[in-house]
């Protein structure tokens, strides 16, 4: 069965650190979303993609967060520099084409800022 | 502002026993209504899809209502089982700004 795959699984970071993920959709979902979730809160959207391109970065810290898709498939969230308040969940989902569509989620990175 | 709201916080209720979860929704306007499972430390899983035409869809033991005119979703457990116990979250589809709308969940503990 398809399922769309993210690594890390766990990572520990200082403060002031870079870190990255990364995110592999399932095949042919045109729809890519990265969603940040607080322990005990339901998921808050990051950056949403359609095919290579940004649809909605609204909630995207962009003073050190950023997210591309170059290809259109995968894609990759990074954070520089990592800030205590960034420990959290950090999930990867997709869907075939926009929001109308099922969102398929992988299994998320837990990120602990130290 | 489009909200997306649940009840209870937390539940916990007996194995066997049945029960049922409340998401209540202000988004305008919508096209579907969503009921996720998420267990500890994982990622969420579909349970159900609705239109808003749509008043009531079952996947195995779990079946979700929808009233589109009060604005208002339940999720209904029946015979829960020890595996259960995850949180429940209800997403609600805005077509306003093609957006998924998120409430905060439903813990639900099962106890043998």
């Known amino acids: 069965e398809a399922e769309v795959a993210q690594s890390p699984r766990y990572k520990i970071t200082e403060k002031s650190q870079a870190v990255a993920f990364w995110c592999d959709p399932i095949s042919g979902h045109a729809t890519l979303y990265w969603y940040r979730q607080i322990l005990g809160q339901g998921p808050e959207l990051l950056v949403q993609f359609q095919d290579e391109s940004v649809v909605d970065d609204s909630q995207l810290p962009k003073d050190r967060f950023s997210a591309e898709r170059l290809k259109g498939v995968d894609s990759t969230l990074k954070i520089q520099p990592a800030e205590l308040g960034d420990s959290a969940m950090y999930l990867c989902a997709s869907s075939f084409w926009g929001h109308d569509t099922e969102a398929f989620f992988g299994q998320g990175t837990r990120l602990t800022v130290v | 502002k489009n909200q997306v709201e649940q009840s209870p916080q937390s539940l916990i209720i007996l194995e066997g026993k049945n029960c049922t979860l409340q998401?209540?929704?202000?988004?305008?306007?919508?096209?579907?209504l969503r009921w996720y499972k998420q267990d500890t430390g994982r990622g969420p899983v579909s349970l159900t899809i609705?239109?808003?035409s749509e008043n009531t869809k079952s996947n195995g033991r779990y079946t979700a209502t929808l009233d589109a005119d009060t604005k208002q979703s339940s999720l209904h457990i029946t015979a829960s089982q020890l595996s259960d116990s995850a949180s429940y979250i209800c997403v609600v589809s805005d077509d306003s700004n093609y957006q998924l709308i998120w409430g905060a969940g439903t813990k639900l503990i099962i106890k043998p």
């Open positions: 998401c209540n929704y202000t988004v305008s306007p919508f096209s579907n």
């Open positions: 609705m239109t808003f």
